[in-house]
């Protein structure tokens, strides 16, 4: 009985583990797609926000866009900014 339950133990913090995984991808992933769906009006927007927010020079921000690269704390930036444009919407 002691083996059942260590066994599904196991089975549960790997299926959590590899759901933080899919989650933690997903996020990267989701900026990249919602920049991608902005018209140029609202990039220039959000873009700016971002920039002078963060401190972040133009090139910076296209690279880290390009390569996901962004950083805990820009990404808290970016989710805190996309929360705020959608609310005035």
Known sequence: MDNKVN???????????????????????????YYATLNDKEKEEVRSLILSRS???????????????????EIELIDNIISNQLSGI
């Not at 066994?7 to 797609?33: G, H, P, W």
């Not at 401190?55 to 704390?73: C, E, I, Q, V, W």
Request: aromatic share 10%; hydrophobic share 45%; proline share 2%.
């Open 55 to 73: 401190g972040m020079s133009y090139t910076t921000f296209y690279h880290k866009l390009r390569n996901d690269a962004f950083k805990p704390l």
């Open 7 to 33: 066994l599904c133990s196991i089975n549960i913090a790997l299926i959590i583990e590899l759901s933080m995984k899919q989650i933690q991808n997903l996020n990267k992933m989701v900026f990249k797609e």
